[in-house]
């Protein structure tokens, strides 16, 4: 019999899973329950993409995150086998200033997560609350967390703070960074690919429906677009990215918008929907030609310039650039656009490279190496949970 590691990624309105073989780390399966509170819809497939199941909820029986668990159990030990589930790993977005590593979950694990919540309130509870439902259903299944966090630990003070005083900052009030276990899965795997650039300075854009970047010393991250929460930085779907927080005392003081709509607002209307008012989906943009949409890739790809930039900086110096995530690895016009923008940084595009993937799509003289590197955060989640309980003695493989 071998064992199974189960990895969930929880957001508000959807669950994501995939399986995998704990010992050799083969992706064994993968899907998500989505249109939770609403319509629901689940969907399965194996790992070279055939359908394992579909199911959909009438509308009008809304699913929670408990009865999609319960769901999701069900069909895994149809589909197991042999195959025994012996641990789960959970992607949760915040572990604060204690958590620079994933930790196996107890009660008092989950009690200090909890408390964390008002610092991700979008994302925390939603990752809490799927912890608290597997434990329901399975009392002795091991249960890993792995934070976006733990990665950009490794910041110094400096990076870290914001100009605000003692009484303020010591609520937690710092930038923490996040999409940190793509950036570790990056930091990772670039030594396969550019030795020098490991061993040096490189900047790594996340873009996706979140979009990031991070710079990376040596494989640390020493810092990284997104702060305090993770609408810092750029303009991402329906995130506004880095304002000015005077424009949040105007939208309270002179348009009485209430907390909760300025909450919407940067999180849920803004970014490239806002902006353009067609869509969030980059696809959806590069194929329209209205002018707003052309308007916000602009805006989108000016942003990743001048943070580049001052990821540079941090960094002093810059090495290599990787793309990665649904944008970064399948965007060939942003990837050029982006590179056009850096090339005062000495980045040298070779347009055929780029139009067919890379993974290199600098050309052979460039000073800064450029790479496309898919991105895998489950993965990732699916190694720490194993080997925390590889180490602790408790779990196979
Ligand atoms: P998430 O942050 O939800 O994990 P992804 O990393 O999957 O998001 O990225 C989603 C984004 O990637 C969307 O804006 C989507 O339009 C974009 N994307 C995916 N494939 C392509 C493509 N071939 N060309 C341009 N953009 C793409």
Known sequence: MSDTVLVLNAGSSSIKFRAFDAVTERLLLR??????????????????????GEHQWPAGTPLGHDRAIAFLVEFLRGQRGSQRLAAVGHRVVHGGLT????VRVTPAVLAELARLSPLAPLHQP???????????????????????????????ELTQAYALPPSITAHGVR????????????????????ARAAAGRTVVAHLGNGSSACALVGGRSVASTMGFTAVEGLPMGTRSGSLDPGVILYLMNELKLSVRAIEQLIYEQSG???????SSDMRALLASDDPRARFAIDLY?????????????????????????????????IRQRVCEQAAWLGVRLDAAAN?????????ADSPVAVWV????????????????LAAAGSAGG
Do not use: W
């Open 126 to 156: 939603h990752n809490l609350k799927t912890i608290e439902v597997v434990a329901q259903t399975q009392r002795d299944l091991p249960q890993v967390a792995c934070f976006d966090t733990a990665f950009h630990r490794t910041h110094s």
């Open 355 to 363: 139009a067919a993937g890379g993974p290199r799509i600098s050309s």
């Open 31 to 52: 899907g998500q329950i989505e249109g939770l509170y609403t319509a629901a819809r689940f969907r399965a497939s194996d790992a070279g993409g055939a359908s394992l």
């Open 373 to 388: 590197i898919p991105t895998d955060e489950e993965s990732m989640i699916a190694r720490h949970t194993r080997d925390l």
């Open 301 to 333: 790809v000016y942003r990743i310039g001048r943070e580049i930039g001052s990821l540079a900086a941090a960094a002093q110096g810059l090495d290599a650039l990787v793309f990665t995530a649904g944008i970064g690895e399948n965007a060939v016009l």
């Open 272 to 278: 490239l929907l806002g902006v353009s008012g067609v």
């Open 175 to 194: 930038r923490y960074g996040f999409h940190g276990l793509s950036y570790e899965y990056i930091a990772g795997v670039l030594p396969l690919f550019d």
């Open 99 to 102: 958590y620079a590593q994933p």
